[in-house]
């Protein structure tokens, strides 16, 4: 192989590796990972097309809540 050929395609090799290198730390940067958790959560409860609430969505959250609520308060009445 001629040498400024094998030169090339260690340069393209080093570009893509650092082309990957660096989506990998943006992947992995906290504020990154929390942006999309954040939106991952707002689409739950959102709908990311129209802004409109999902209001099952939030009522199965709610209504879980209140369940859970509930269990403890009944709990602690039948412990004491």
């Not at 940067?29 to 707002?42: D, H, L, M």
């Not at 689409?43 to 879980?64: E, M, S």
């Not at 209140?66 to 269990?71: F, R, S, T």
């Amino acid at each position: 192989m001629d040498p400024t050929a094998l030169e090339s395609d260690v340069e393209a090799t080093r570009e893509r590796l650092a082309s990957t290198i660096d989506e990998l730390v943006y992947r992995v940067s906290p504020k990154t990972i929390v942006g999309r958790q954040v939106a991952t959560t707002k689409a739950h409860f959102v709908d990311p097309q129209t802004g409109a609430p999902r209001t099952d969505n939030i009522l199965k959250v709610v209504g879980g809540v209140v369940g859970v609520v509930v269990a403890f308060a009944v709990i602690r009445k039948l412990v004491r």
